[in-house]
Nanobody, 121 residues
Framework: QVQLVESGGGLVQPGGSLRLSCAAS????????MGWYRQAPGKLRELVAT???????NYADPVKGRFTISRDNAKNTVYLQMNRLKPEETAVYYC???????????????WGQGIQVTVSS
């Protein structure tokens, strides 16, 4: 059973910073791409940033220059450093991972349970 667990969320003032972590555990042979998404109340889930197995990064336009995605392959963990946060970025943040459980298993996508980030004074 594969699990993705996010941590690092919480309340931060506008202009502040937070670092989210997402650790994958369980039966994992290899992890390809990993990513972060967010969903604000009443809105659809949207892409924030992704990182490939080769550490190529992609960012949504609203976060470019402020957010940084990174990964530690030895720890099966992806991070999201968020700087200069804005109130409109209040949302539940989700991580995902495309991975194989065994060498012969197909690649599947797994999601974390989500973590709340609230940007407010």
């Amino acid at each position: 059973q594969v699990q993705l667990v996010e941590s690092g969320g919480g309340l931060v003032q506008p202009g502040g910073s937070l670092r989210l972590s997402c650790a994958a555990s369980g039966s994992i042979f290899s992890i390809n791409g990993m990513g972060w998404y967010r969903q604000a109340p009443g809105k659809l889930r949207e892409l924030v940033a992704t990182i490939t197995g080769g550490s190529m990064m992609n960012y949504a336009d609203p976060v470019k220059g402020r957010f940084t995605i990174s990964r530690d392959n030895a720890k099966n963990t992806v991070y999201l450093q968020m700087n200069r946060l804005k109130p409109e970025e209040t949302a539940v943040y989700y991580c995902n991972a495309f991975l194989r459980e065994t060498i012969v298993a197909p690649i599947k996508v797994y999601w974390g349970q989500g973590i709340q980030v609230t940007v407010s004074s």
